[in-house]
């Protein structure tokens, strides 16, 4: 991608980041987003399929740079940078809160967020594993150790999802602590703890 595909994507970004603040992605046009980009509709087609598609790539732009960071500490820090990773995880959500509400509620429709987000979390997790970085101390008879492993990081990653969910309906501004704590006591024993 070149400077200026850059700098437009960039643009695209910031506005469907500033529209779905106040709007619900399926009120949101075409039209009005490329408007604020100060782009052309057929340049946002280049971009993106629909409102919806162009926010869940702006916010995975920011979680995808989040998992790099994580994956590029050293593996003996692989503890320590996964707890890093999970609080700028949630400060990237509580910055974009309103979004989140709207997009993992049971309204959300083209712009639900919680597929979306369970399979950031659940590329992450494989991704630690294939790397060696991530060890589950799970057998289950009958199944390969590998099979077993992808299975626990889709249930962990699905289930992060509902507990981010809850969390953003709890009164008031999120906090991170809190959910900390709440995902402390939730997870399994045998997951990595946060």
Same mark, same amino acid.
């Given at each position: 991608m070149d400077a200026r595909q850059v700098r437009t994507r960039a643009r695209l970004y910031?506005?469907?980041?500033a529209a779905a603040r106040d709007t619900p992605v399926a009120d949101l046009s075409v039209t009005s987003l490329a408007r604020a980009a100060g782009v052309h509709r057929s340049t946002f087609y $280049? !971009? /993106?399929a629909s409102p919806g598609?162009?926010?869940r790539q702006a916010l995975l732009a920011d979680l995808d740079a989040l998992r790099a960071d994580l994956l590029s500490a050293p593996e003996a820090d692989t503890?320590?940078?996964?707890t890093e990773a999970t609080r700028r995880v949630?400060?990237?959500?509580? $910055? !974009? /809160?309103?979004?989140?509400?709207?997009g993992l509620g049971p309204d959300s429709g083209p712009g639900g967020l919680d597929g979306m987000l369970g399979d950031h979390f659940l590329e992450s997790s494989r991704q630690l594993l294939r790397a060696g970085?991530?060890?589950?101390?799970l057998d289950v008879e009958g199944l390969p150790d590998d099979v077993v492993s992808d299975i626990a990081a889709?249930?962990?990653?699905?289930?992060?999802?509902g507990v981010i969910q809850g969390w953003l309906d709890l009164p008031g501004e999120p906090d991170v602590a809190v959910f900390q704590t709440l995902y402390a006591a939730l997870l399994p024993a045998w997951w990595v703890q946060q």
């Open positions: 910031a506005a469907v980041l $280049e !971009h /993106a598609d162009l926010l503890d320590e940078a996964v949630l400060e990237h959500v509580r $910055e !974009h /809160a309103p979004i989140y509400r709207r970085r991530l060890h589950l101390p889709r249930y962990v990653a699905r289930a992060t999802v």
